[in-house]
């Protein structure tokens, strides 16, 4: 899944930012409200951890604006207001669950999956890509091709996802920096080529049509 992260506490930030990345989602940070609501309503996303009390804007008001505009991605409030009477402002509010501070990275990461299928009940964001006979998964973190389970490694699969996600485009090196190794500089490495060649040994290797393509000079793109 791609999640965005509302928290303008550093360490808690980089906990949950921490966490999800390990687990293989792809995650964006926004350390107030402001940022926050500009990221929400220019990117899209499968899910938002967002705090309740946040710089220039407050997370209900954040909350509030998305609800208002037609924006229904699925949102995990989280505060250090965990009474009673906050939870059921936060819920009134739009939220779709509510994790008071201190909290354990398991349960956000389970109320997290709870809130994401409850989300895509509707059919209004996809739980599962697919390419021509490649499937993934989000929920279950799983890649199929052909009826064949496919092992990839946690950033393979953030590699896989943001490749299907911009299916048939081309997708520049500074793309994947940026939004897999959340790199916002060109460290000159060969890290992409290297997990590009992982990626297309696992999920074309032994099949007739390849799906993984390079574009000299451009890029790469996934393509059926």
Do not use: C
């Not at 890649?143 to 946690?154: T, V």
């Not at 950033?155 to 997708?171: C, D, Q, S, T």
């Amino acid at each position: 899944m791609r999640i965005l992260v509302i928290e303008d506490d550093t360490q808690t930030a980089d906990f949950v930012l921490k966490g999800l990345r390990e687990d293989g989602h792809t995650a964006d940070g926004a350390s107030d409200g402001r940022e926050g609501l500009f990221l929400a309503t220019t990117e899209q996303y499968d899910a938002i951890v967002m705090d309740r009390m946040l710089p220039a804007l407050d997370g209900l008001t954040v909350l509030r604006t998305l609800r208002g505009a037609g924006n229904r991605t699925p949102v995990l409030l989280l505060t250090a207001l965990g009474d009673v009477e906050h939870r059921v402002e936060g819920l009134r509010a739009g939220a779709d669950d509510y994790l008071a501070k201190p909290f354990a990275y398991a349960e956000l990461s389970a109320r997290l999956d709870s809130i994401a299928r409850r989300g895509n009940s509707g059919g209004s964001e996809p739980v599962k890509l697919k390419v021509a006979d490649l499937e993934l998964d989000l929920l279950k973190r799983e890649a199929i091709r052909a009826g064949k389970r496919i092992e990839l490694q946690p950033r393979e699969f953030r590699l896989l996802e943001y490749l299907m996600r911009h299916a048939g485009r081309v997708v520049t090196r500074t793309m994947l920096l940026e939004s897999v190794w959340d790199y916002h500089f060109d460290p000159q490495t060969n890290v992409i080529d290297v997990h590009i060649s992982r990626l297309r040994q696992k999920i074309d290797h032994g099949f007739d049509h390849p799906l993984l393509q390079t574009v000299r000079g451009a890029g790469y793109r996934l393509d059926g």
